[in-house]
Structure formats: C-alpha cells, structure tokens
C-alpha cells in the first residue's frame, strides 16, 4: 500500500517563496510518476506539475510555469515542488499523488491512484 505525506505548507506574503514535500512509503516498480495538485475554496482540483521516476522529465501547468519547480529524491522516495514568487491566486491544499500510468506525466487527477492528505499554503496580499 503506497502512502503519501506532504508536509511544508504555511501562510506566506505575496511574492515570497515555499518548498513543499512528499514523502512516499509503499512505492513499487509500477510507479512512474509524481505529480502535485492543488484546490482552491469552492473550485475543482487542479494540476500543478508532474515529473517521472527515472528520467526526471517534468510537466507544469501554464499557471505555475516559470515559478514553480518540481523535483524528486529517488534515494529518499521524496518529491518536492518549490514554488517562488508566490501569489494570492496560489492559495490552496496542495496535493501529492501517484502516477502509475505507462506514460506518465499525466495531468488528469482521474490518473493518479494514491493521493496524500494535503498541505495548506496561504499568500496573502
């Protein structure tokens, strides 16, 4: 049973800077990617960004592109997403989650299978 636990949300000010964490337990050979995802109050989740296992191939969504920064540790089966220059907009439970698609860096939550709890961030204005 693959388990995920995200931890390094918090309240920070518009244009400061974050680094969230997963941890993952229970990881096997069939997983082959990570991605984050987050939700707003009284919106749908949605992508973040995605990067494979093996070759560290990534993928973000147009929103975070150029300010987020996704990043794994096979050694510690971690992945993390550093998000800089952070705005009201990004306020959110973030989300970790499973890829275990063929092709990974898939940006459909109906295509990840584990899902962490969520970390919280807060920007204010």
């Known amino acids: 049973q693959v388990q995920l636990v995200e931890s390094g949300g918090g309240l920070v000010q518009a244009g400061g800077s974050l680094r969230l964490s997963c941890a993952v337990s229970?990881?096997?050979?069939?997983?082959?990617?990570m991605g984050w995802f987050r939700q707003a109050p009284g919106k749908e989740r949605e992508f973040v960004a995605t990067?494979?296992?093996?070759?560290?191939?990534?993928r973000y969504a147009d929103s975070v592109k150029g300010r987020f920064t996704i990043s794994r540790d096979n050694a510690k089966n971690a992945v993390y997403l550093q998000m800089n220059s952070l705005k009201p907009e990004d306020t959110a439970v973030y989300y970790c989650?499973?890829?275990?698609?063929?092709?990974?860096?898939?940006?459909?939550?109906?295509?990840?299978?584990?899902w962490g709890q969520g970390t919280e961030v807060t920007v204010s204005s």
């Open positions: 989650a499973v890829d275990q698609t063929a092709m990974g860096l898939q940006v459909v939550d109906a295509s990840y299978e584990y």
């Open positions: 229970g990881r096997s050979f069939s997983t082959n990617a």
């Open positions: 990067i494979m296992w093996g070759n560290g191939r990534t």
